[in-house]
């Protein structure tokens, strides 16, 4: 395979125990498996190193590996990570989640308090989908409930693209008619705003999917977590696939990609469709 060109600098080369350090750390703490992504990481990686002021990998991945502030790590995870997402993005979801699950969630919440996660929300297209859908399906009756939506992922890059919710006009064109003049307002360069009435609905926070879900005090009705495990590898899937377990209410419901599966990993879900799980 070629080498990817680089825009105004030269490509790296990553030598094995090099390749080996990075690739163990970003497998231990964060799940990613770099197994066969080599190339990648060279392609991605060597303008960071150049422009951090190193011309090898070596003295890089010392200089960010030492670093106690976690600024440089965060540098590296937004580099590394694949963030590709869309509006309406596996739409069959959305369907299930309005005609079968949150159904079944209005009958049976007492208090109004409907919680869904979305877990590897990327730069928000999944979180502000899930809210446009909940805007749709509560309508006027809304307003007696909390719907308000979390949306985690590692990368701060993201992040902060999803807070600032500002997106080109060619991303929303899934969306069905009307939902954009709905949902968002004009901004600068012909992109298109995320309203406030909508933001306000979803509260985005870094949050790495490899530590303790210690801090859920309530549990989730609903937990999205789509296009991420497909990174790893069967045993972190597993340990995943348990602790999503564990902060869903009995009756909650788990989404995976539609490429993804669970099946082989050893976990307490029903299947309800080869991407969707159900705690029972
Ligand atoms: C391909 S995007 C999927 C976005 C969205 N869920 C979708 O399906 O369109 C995968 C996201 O998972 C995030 N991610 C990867 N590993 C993670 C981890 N250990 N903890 C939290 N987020 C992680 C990445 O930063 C990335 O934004």
Redesign the pocket.
Known sequence: MTKPALKGGRVLNIDDSDFHRLKSYMQNN???NLEKKRILIEGRLSNTVTLAGFDNFTDYLDDVFSDKSGVKIDSL?SRL??????FM??EAHYRFMTQTALPEWVKKIKDRDLRTW??????G??PYTIAMMLDEFFGLSKKGWDTTILA????PK?LAAAKEGIYPRDHLERLPPGWKDRYFMAADHGRWKIKPFLAKEVIFSQ????GSFHMFRRKFHII?????M??FKDKTKAELAAKFYEVLEPGGYLFI?LSETLSGVNSNFVQMSPSIYKKQ
Do not use: K, P, Q
């Open positions: 964060f799940g990613l995870i990570t694949t963030n590709y997402t869309y993005r596996e979305s877990a590897g929300c990327s730069s297209e999944e985690t992922d590692i990368s993201v949050f790495n999917l490899m999205f977590c789509r296009n991420v497909i990174y990609g």
